[in-house]
C-alpha cells in the first residue's frame, strides 16, 4: 500500500468541500492549541512557585523567638529574650542534621545618604547566613566572620535600598546612616524580587549581628536563628531536634509551652506548587474536552461523506477494490483532516503562549513533550473517530451502492 498516494488521493477529496473540511480541521485546531497553551501556562506557573520555594533557602530551617503570657495575655512573636547566641552554636554542634547556622536580630529602620533617605528592614547576621537564604553578591564583596566578631560598621544593600538612595551612584565604600549608626557599604545584593507574602526581598539591608545587637538594636538576645538542613526531607525532623534541643536549654517543663517557634514556609510554597500541578491537570482535562468535540466533528463529516460518495464506493468496489482499500480510503481523510488541525493546532499554541507569556511577563516554557503528544493524539482522534465510518464504507454492498442516488 503506497500510503503517500493514499493521503495525497485524501487531501485532494477534503479540497473538494473546502468550507466543510476547514471549519472540521478548526475543532482539532482549537483544542491542540488550547491543550499546549495550558501546559505551558502550568510550567511556568510551577516554575514561578519553584522559583518562590528556592529563594526561601537552602533547606531552610527558621527557630523564632517566641511570645509569652503576661498576666494571662500572650504578646505577639519575639516577645522572649531567651533566645541568645549560646542556642544557635548549641544548634550547630549538636543537631547532624543541620549543617549551616545564623544567629539574626531585625527591626525597621530609617537609613540616610546625602539628601536622601529610606524606611526598610535591617537583618543583622553572620556570613553563613548568605549561604542560608541564597543571597548572592552583585556589587563588592559581603563582611567576614572577622567583621561579627569586632562588630564592623559595614553593610551590604539589597536592590531596592539601593536604588532609592544611589540610584545610577556607585555605592561600594560610600557611608550611611542607619539610625545613629555610620555603616559603610561593601557590598550589593542580586535581586529577589518579592516573597511568597508579597513582600520586597530587596528591601532590606544586611550587617554583622553583633553590629545590630549592640550598636543599633541595644540588645543581648536573638530574634531568629536561621538554619540550612542538610537536605530537604531533613528540614522537618532537624526543626523538631532542634525544638527539644531548645526546651531542653531553656529548661522548660512538660507542662510549659515553647518560648520560640519552629517556622514552616515552604509548606506555604509546596502547597501553591501541589495546588499548581492539580489546577494544570484540571485545565488539561477541559482543554481535552474540545478535542473529542472536534473528533466528533471529524466523524460527522465522514459520515456525511460516505452518504455521498456511496455510488463512487461502488464503482470502486465494482473493479475491484478490497474492503481494506475502501476502508483505508476514507481512514486517510480522516488522519488527514486531524493531521492539518494538529499542525495548525501546534502552530496557534506555541504563538499563543508566547503571547500569554508577553502579556503577563511570565518566561514561559514550551513543552517539547506537549507538542509531540499533542500532534499524537491528533492523529489518534482521527484514526478513532475516523474508523467507524470508513467501517461503514468498507461494508457498503456494491450492487446498492450502485443504485443509490
Known sequence: MNYAALLRSALVALLRNKMRSILTVLGITIGIAAVICVVAIGKAGQARVEQQLNNLGDNFVWIE????????????????????????????????????VSPNVDASVQIIYGNQNWF????????????????????????????????ADVCVLGRSVRDQLFGVEDPIGKVIRAKD??????????????????????????????TAQKKIKGITWLDDIL????????????GQEA????????????????????????????????ASKTLTVLLIAIASISLIVGGIGI?????????????EIGVRVAVGATEEAIQLQF?????????????????????????????????MQMSLEAVIVAALFSVAVGVFFGYYPARKASLLDPIEALRYE
Open 181 to 210: 549608626l555610620p555603616c559603610k557599604v561593601v557590598g550589593t545584593l542580586l535581586p529577589k524580587g518579592l516573597s511568597v507574602s508579597g513582600q520586597d526581598q530587596d528591601d532590606t539591608i544586611i550587617l554583622p549581628y553583633t
Open 65 to 100: 523567638a517566641g511570645g509569652r503570657a503576661v498576666n494571662g495575655v500572650r504578646t505577639g512573636t519575639h516577645g522572649t529574650k531567651t533566645l541568645v547566641l549560646a542556642d544557635a552554636i548549641a544548634i550547630k554542634n549538636q543537631i547532624p542534621l543541620i549543617k549551616s
Open 243 to 274: 525544638a527539644a534541643l531548645l526546651r531542653d536549654r531553656h529548661h522548660l517543663r512538660p507542662e510549659e509551652e515553647d518560648d520560640f517557634n519552629i517556622r514552616n514556609p515552604e509548606d506555604i510554597i509546596q502547597a501553591q506548587l501541589e
Open 331 to 363: 481512514l486517510g481523510e480522516s488522519v488527514m483532516l486531524s493531521l492539518v488541525g494538529g499542525a495548525a493546532g501546534v502552530l496557534f499554541g506555541v504563538v499563543g503562549s508566547y503571547l500569554v507569556g508577553r502579556t503577563l511577563q511570565w518566561p
Open 120 to 151: 526598610t528592614t535591617y537583618r543583622g547576621v553572620s556570613p553563613e547566613y548568605f549561604d542560608i537564604k541564597r543571597w548572592f553578591i552583585d556589587q563588592g564583596a559581603s563582611f567576614s566572620q572577622d567583621d561579627v566578631d569586632r562588630a
Open 299 to 311: 466523524m460527522n463529516v465522514m459520515l456525511v461523506s460516505v452518504t455521498e460518495r456511496t455510488r
Open 227 to 238: 538554619c540550612s538542613a542538610v537536605s530537604q526531607e531533613a528540614v522537618k525532623i532537624a
